[in-house]
């Protein structure tokens, strides 16, 4: 995304408020949520990257529970720090990736959707059966916590949600950064052409499946690393937190803010947060509501929340044109 | 040497002979006129020889080289580019980001560059590409279109913009499929003064398969009919107007 100038100053504002909040925000309630919703940030982010080159990726959540199982297994087995295991966590699912993007992304549209579908249930099943390396339905418990050393400060991550809070937080921005810069150059352009017209971007020398491949390991290392901070931050990693489902209502925040833009993936995650957390208590109305906004969605608002103003600025402008017209129609007739 | 040597190549669609032992050559800075009938395999030997479909038998050789089986943007690498019949443009982009993507691959920015460069390297990458993107449109004629919708361009624009997006590359070796088709005369002259040019000043190599005779017999230094996947004539254009085979799979024969 290239902004104009002026425009910077929103989301610098936006992450220094982030970076201030929890000085006013001690409830682990809230700060749970604004956790969730940075994990959630970052593969909304890795969805709306794969829908540029024409994939719906709905397998995101299975890559981010294979960035927190990665972690898990490490830090009980082997002891490594931290640090050491955090990087582990975008590698591993990025192989992974790169050998299911080898098959899958030489299928062409829905089909990739159904095989990453195919791929979640598969990975469930794998973490439910492979019970001496993913401890089977039960999971791995307790994850240790991460200690971490720095500047002299010890911080101490077992006894609150803040210092977690913050490594999300600074992943997402590292994200964004990663994915408007890439978005926003030239490359960016070569990838929405990659869904546009494969034939005539093959002739110009580009890879086209190398270019894929990219974009699809790129969106899953950094679900993996979302999912590194996600181990620790529930101390519990078990199937059932990764499944379709997730990815499906992942793909569907992104569809509600508009998947054309990064921003509107935002937005549609932040939405889809709040309203979720706002339906807390009435959870059995949940499905009900968010299923119709996603119907209004996709019927009168194909470009999103993100989209929205600028689709009624276009209908006013039209329909005030058309008001100036009428008095002259009204003359020739 | 030739630039580019067909031998026997043939393909077959299950049973089908598309094309049947096809022996072209063509040499720098040479202009090769592939004719034929509707329906003739004109298009499927220019999807053999740029990589899109893989040849039942038969090699292409490209500067001495075998290429056969070579995918599409292997080739390009290698400076052998074609332009499609239809659907030759990205058509939601503008004029300028179309050469932007094309020049994609030539400025040499790939991911790492891309996401590490600091903002001051981007700006001079751009500008680079900018430059020669509008020389390109320029030699296009599409300089005042350049912040235009490719989409909405006219016909005959988007063609010669097809064109200008294959230069990019800087061919070697240049396939074009149905160029002037739906191009108007001013168009037409545009694209073979184009044509013209990048043969004379670069000796690239052309093949062409056209349908505007006219075109093909004032223009091509060599032309080669082909009739039911099979060759059935070649030489000079003057020959093969005065060709009695040529004459019959055109008209059919008494």
């Known amino acids: 995304m290239k902004l104009p100038k002026w425009q910077w100053f929103i989301p610098i504002l936006i992450v220094i408020f982030l970076f201030v909040l929890p000085l006013f925000m001690h409830s682990p309630r809230y700060l749970s949520l604004f956790n969730q919703l940075f994990f959630n940030t970052v593969l909304a982010l890795g969805v709306y990257s794969v829908w540029t080159i024409g994939y719906i990726n709905a397998s995101q959540p299975i890559f981010f529970g294979l960035g927190a199982y990665t972690v898990a297994i490490l830090m009980t087995r082997t002891h490594w720090p931290f640090w050491a295991v955090f990087p582990m966590a975008g590698i591993i699912p990025a192989i992974i990736a790169a050998l299911f993007g080898f098959l899958g992304l030489k299928l062409k549209g829905a089909y990739f959707l159904f095989l990453t579908i195919a791929f979640c249930d598969l990975l469930e099943w794998m973490f439910m059966s492979w019970k001496s390396l993913f401890g089977g339905q039960v999971g791995i418990f307790p994850v240790p916590q991460p200690k971490i050393h720095l500047f002299g400060y010890f911080i101490d991550f077992s006894r609150s949600l803040v210092p977690y809070y913050f490594l999300a937080l600074i992943l997402v921005v590292v994200t964004c950064l990663v994915y408007f810069k890439l978005h926003g150059s030239r490359l960016g352009r070569v990838w929405q052409c990659v869904a546009k017209n494969e034939d005539i971007l093959a002739n110009t020398g580009i890879s086209v499946f190398t270019q894929k491949q990219i974009v699809f390991i790129t969106s899953c290392f950094f679900a993996g690393l979302a999912g590194a901070i996600y181990a620790p931050y529930m101390t519990i990693v078990s199937p059932t937190q990764f499944n379709l489902w997730q990815g499906i209502w992942i793909v569907l925040g992104v569809l509600v803010g508009g998947i054309f833009s990064p921003i509107g993936a935002i937005i549609g995650t932040v939405f889809m947060a709040v309203l979720t957390f706002l339906l807390q208590k009435s959870v059995q109305f949940q499905p009900l509501i968010l299923g119709m906004i996603l119907i209004l969605t996709l019927l009168f608002m194909p470009t999103g929340l993100f989209g929205l103003p600028g689709r009624i600025i276009n209908k006013i402008r039209e329909v005030s044109s058309n008001k100036n017209a009428k008095p002259e129609i009204k003359k020739t007739i | ?254």
Do not use: W
């Open chain 2, 1 to 254: 040497m030739a630039l580019l040597e067909t031998q026997k190549l043939t393909k077959r669609f299950s049973g089908l002979k598309a094309v049947t032992d096809l022996d072209l050559s063509v040499n720098p800075g040479q202009l090769l006129g592939l004719i034929g009938p509707n329906g003739a395999g004109k298009t499927t030997t220019f999807n053999l020889l740029s990589g899109v479909l893989m040849p039942t038998s038969g090699r292409v050789i490209y500067k001495g080289k075998d290429v056969t089986g070579y995918k599409p943007h292997k080739l390009a690498r290698l400076g052998m580019v074609r332009t499609f019949q239809l659907a030759t443009v990205f058509q939601d982009l503008s004029v300028l980001d179309n050469m932007r993507v094309a020049l994609h691959y030539k400025s040499g920015v790939g991911f790492l560059q891309t996401l590490l460069q600091t903002p001051g390297m981007a700006r001079k990458d751009d500008s680079k590409v900018y430059e020669k993107a509008m020389k390109l449109l320029d030699m296009a004629g599409l300089k005042n279109f350049a912040d235009q919708k490719a989409g909405s361009l006219p016909g005959g624009h988007q063609k010669l913009m097809s064109v200008a997006i294959a230069l990019a590359v800087e061919p070697e070796l240049l396939l074009l499929d149905e160029p002037v088709r739906g191009l108007d005369a001013e168009e037409i002259a545009v694209l073979l003064h184009l044509v013209n040019t990048i043969r004379n000043e670069r000796g690239t190599g052309v093949i062409m398969v056209e349908h505007n005779m006219k075109v093909v017999m004032d223009h091509c230094d060599y032309v080669v009919v082909i009739s039911f996947g099979e060759k059935i004539a070649e030489g000079t254009p003057a020959q093969i107007a005065g060709d009695k085979r040529v004459i019959e799979a055109y008209l059919g024969s008494e």
